[in-house]
């Protein structure tokens, strides 16, 4: 299988910190991935070099679909293709549901207002929120925001999507609205890269799992192997130290 | 002669009105065209400071400082008294909307350079993550923003505009300031003086009123 996404010795540095050190990584179309690690080892950096909402180190090579990561012209062509979701979802507060959803669509896919309103209404359904079209996102509770903010994501129709950290804003009753919503994504083909600390979700519906720590990838395998058979200590510490309570 | 008749001379002020309203229309269409033209180049300055190359960016600082300590006055006087010598001689209306234009486009640019940055990152990074170029993740996301944050101060500098606008008098710019001075000397009375005042805060109070409920309304709408 050709890889949809690919990273060859990726770093970044912040002066003497390295927040990501040489990382090489494939990802194949249609693959969910989960990256997990604790706080600080690079994860969030990782994903956010794979669109260049940061930048990276000279020598580094990232591929999307075949087209390199740089600035420059093709860098819309790989962003249109690349959605993304945040863990303060940032939506657009000055705009409604509806709005959020179709604004992108309209000025860079270029697609005529009814349409645009149409692939938004069936967006929303999908997540769940029609009944929200026209309200503002600061009317929502924290889970209806992020499954806007997905739905807003899809009206690209992108190849792969990224999540940093979806559900770590979330008061705890809303976390599992959103996994439902991605669960139910991962079964549509689309190529997903997750950075997450729900270990249950990731088990569940990851193809394979990435650990990291220090900013490097340290085990990368299927989440029953990872999960069940580290072969590092690191990955075990870690596992230990969360899933014992 | 009596307090009411020096002050308040209802015949002086029959007489006198033709002329102030004169003086008031000039006075409104300077204070306008001033506002308008220093919002424009206010949010072209602000985009060039944030955005621009160094060198770019730093000459819009530059400006911004100079245009913030020069006082309006005696840039009024070099704009009418000496841009003549380099054969360039504006009409006293010109003179006096370019100085209160160059001023005044120097604070709006810091008000649209404190509100754009008021604007958290995250809206850039969802603009940018969804593919939009630099046009339209300002003109459909961070300027409608921007613009809730800097209209209390917006408004707040074109009060100081319209207060301004009295200056262009000193340039025999027929304003209601000066119409007011003309006709005090015309019927020997104070009374014109005493009504431009008047129409001055009448236009003014509005506006100071309509900035503290702005601030008030806001204050709100930001910090939700």
């Not at chain 1, 690079?42 to 180190?57: A, H, V």
């Not at chain 2, 911004?64 to 009418?80: A, H, K, T």
């Not at chain 2, 207060?163 to 015309?186: G, I, R």
Request: glycine share 8%.
């Amino acid at each position: 299988m050709k890889p949809v996404i690919s990273i060859r010795g990726v770093s970044r540095r912040f002066g003497e910190f390295k927040a990501i050190d040489n990382i090489d990584l494939d990802i194949n179309e249609g693959e969910v991935v989960c990256i997990i690690g604790p706080s600080g080892s690079g994860k969030s950096t990782l994903i956010r070099c794979i669109n260049l909402l940061e930048t990276f180190d000279e020598g580094g090579e990232i591929a999307v679909d075949g087209i390199g990561v740089e600035r420059g012209p093709a860098l819309a062509s790989v962003r249109a293709e690349v959605g993304m979701v945040f863990q303060s979802f940032n939506l657009f507060p000055h705009l409604s549901v509806r709005e959020n959803i179709m604004l992108a669509p309209m000025r860079v896919r270029k697609l005529a207002k009814p349409e645009a309103d149409e692939r938004a209404m069936q967006l929303m359904r999908r997540v769940g929120i029609e009944a929200e079209a026209d309200k503002y996102p600061d009317q929502l509770s924290g889970g209806q925001q992020q499954r806007v903010a997905i739905a807003r994501a899809l009206a690209m129709e992108p190849k792969i999507l990224l999540f940093d950290e979806p559900t770590s804003a979330l008061d705890p009753e809303m976390v599992g609205e959103v996994l439902d919503v991605m669960k139910a994504l991962a079964h549509t083909g689309v190529t997903m890269l997750v950075v997450t600390h729900e270990m249950g979700f990731a088990r569940q519906v990851a193809d394979r799992v990435v650990f990291m720590d220090a900013g490097r990838i340290v085990e990368f395998g299927t989440p029953e192997q990872v999960f069940t058979a580290p072969r590092e200590t690191r990955t075990r510490n870690f596992l230990d130290a969360i899933l014992s309570h | 002669m009596g307090f009411v008749e020096t002050f308040f001379n209802w015949g002086v002020l029959t007489n006198a009105l033709p002329l102030l309203l004169s003086g008031l229309k000039v006075t409104l269409s300077l204070g306008a065209v001033s506002i308008l033209a220093g919002l424009v180049l206010g949010l072209f300055i602000a985009l060039l400071r944030l955005y621009a190359p160094l060198p770019v960016s730093l000459m819009a600082r530059v400006y911004i400082d100079i245009f913030r300590s020069i006082p309006i006055l005696v840039l009024l006087i070099v704009v009418y008294y000496a841009l003549p010598f380099v054969g360039l001689r504006l009409s006293p209306f010109l003179s006096a909307a370019t100085a209160l234009t160059l001023v005044s486009g120097a604070y709006t640019a810091e008000i649209f350079r404190a509100g754009i940055e008021a604007i958290p990152r995250g809206q850039f990074e969802a603009s940018e993550a969804l593919g939009l170029g630099y046009r339209h993740t300002m003109v459909d996301v961070i300027l409608p923003q921007a613009i809730r944050v800097v209209i209390p101060p917006l408004t707040g500098n074109c009060i100081n505009v319209m207060k301004d606008t009295a200056l262009a008098s000193v340039v025999a710019m027929p304003d209601l300031l000066k119409q007011a001075t003309q006709a005090q000397a015309l019927e020997a009375n104070p009374t014109p003086l005493i009504a431009a005042a008047a129409m001055y805060i009448a236009i003014l109070w509005p506006l100071v009123i309509l900035v503290g409920r702005l601030e008030k309304r806001y204050r709100r709408v930001v910090s939700r």
